[in-house]
């Protein structure tokens, strides 16, 4: 908790770049495809079930100096269900047109915090993308259905 504690950590403030330069923020990302539900030729678009991953560093949550020397190899990370705790990239899908997050049972995400300050954020999602199609050779046709992702505010 300490390492959260809001007199040490401010969520709303982006972390610092790898050796402290003043540059952007390097999010890895990565995802799953789960399920691909529907292809609608009519509405030009798709419908996919996704586990979305992301990681990045932030200096500000290592807590290896902080963990005893017997408890080092026992504690990798530490997992929170509650993403609002750390900075969150502002990533999103250019082509959304629908999307929704799972919440059966529990919330279907997880925040880890790893020891040298290393986070991965995991969020099982549906979403409803656009895709242009051409069909002047229908039924003999390809598609390629894109994921457009972005930052927001970058």
Same mark, same amino acid.
């Given at each position: 908790?300490?390492?959260?504690?809001?007199?040490?950590?401010?969520?709303?403030?982006?972390?610092?770049?790898?050796?402290?330069?003043?540059?952007?923020?390097?999010?890895?990302?990565?995802?799953?495809?789960?399920?691909?539900?529907?292809?609608?030729?009519?509405?030009?678009?798709?419908? *996919?079930?996704?586990?979305?991953?992301?990681?990045?560093? #932030?200096?500000?949550?290592? $807590? +290896?100096?902080? &963990? !005893?020397?017997?408890?080092?190899?026992?504690?990798?990370?530490?997992?929170?269900?509650?993403?609002?705790?750390?900075?969150?990239?502002?990533?999103?899908?250019?082509?959304?047109?629908?999307?929704?997050?799972?919440?059966?049972? *529990?919330?279907?995400?997880?925040?880890?915090?790893?020891? #040298?300050?290393?986070?991965? $954020? +995991?969020?099982? &999602? !549906?979403?409803?993308?656009?895709?242009?199609?051409?069909?002047?050779?229908?039924?003999?046709?390809?598609?390629?259905?894109?994921?457009?992702?972005?930052?927001?505010?970058?």
């Amino acid at each position: 908790d300490s390492i959260l504690d809001e007199k040490n950590y401010d969520a709303r403030i982006r972390p610092s770049p790898l050796n402290a330069s003043d540059g952007p923020t390097n999010i890895q990302v990565n995802l799953m495809i789960r399920n691909i539900e529907t292809i609608d030729d009519v509405k030009m678009e798709f419908s *996919v079930q996704i586990t979305f991953r992301q990681k990045w560093f #932030d200096d500000r949550l290592q $807590f +290896s100096d902080k &963990v !005893s020397p017997s408890m080092k190899d026992k504690i990798k990370y530490l997992t929170i269900t509650e993403p609002g705790k750390v900075w969150m990239p502002d990533t999103f899908f250019r082509n959304e047109r629908r999307g929704r997050m799972h919440n059966v049972l *529990v919330p279907n995400l997880y925040v880890r915090i790893f020891a #040298d300050g290393m986070v991965l $954020f +995991s969020i099982r &999602v !549906s979403l409803t993308l656009s895709c242009p199609m051409n069909l002047k050779l229908y039924p003999l046709d390809r598609q390629t259905c894109p994921m457009h992702i972005a930052s927001y505010g970058w």
